[in-house]
């Protein structure tokens, strides 16, 4: 998909909300997950929509509150990149990062 998108002429940038967005959702979500919070007040304060509840919970099993933060993290080195204030290959850190949250274990540098 991300290929595609690249093909039909999008750039990083444009993907980089809705990317952030969804990361800082989990992240949020990990948090009161780690610290044995309400889930589903948080889900509703995340505003995440019933039908996504199951992705979200699927995610946040794979990877803990400091991973998702890492990837946030990640998430900001991408967009600097993305607007030359990085070195670096923005579609290739993209796809790394989105492999990295799709993953039941980081890759090395996302860990």
């Known amino acids: ?20 967005m969804e990361l800082q959702r989990a992240a949020a979500l990990a948090r009161v997950q780690a610290r044995g919070g309400n ?7 995340q505003r995440v929509w019933q039908a996504k509840e199951a992705v979200f919970r699927r995610a946040l099993q794979r990877h803990d ?8 993290a990640e ?24 492999l990295a949250v799709a993953e039941r274990r980081a890759l090395p540098m996302l860990a």
């Open 75 to 98: 998430a900001g080195r991408i967009d600097r990149m993305s607007k030359g204030r990085a070195a670096g290959d923005p579609w290739q850190a993209l796809e790394r990062l989105l």
């Open 39 to 45: 889930l589903a007040a948080e889900f509703r304060a």
């Open 1 to 20: 998909m991300l290929a595609g998108l690249r093909a039909e002429g999008l750039v990083v940038p444009a993907l980089m909300g809705m990317v952030v």
């Open 65 to 72: 509150a400091g991973r998702w933060e890492r990837f946030l």
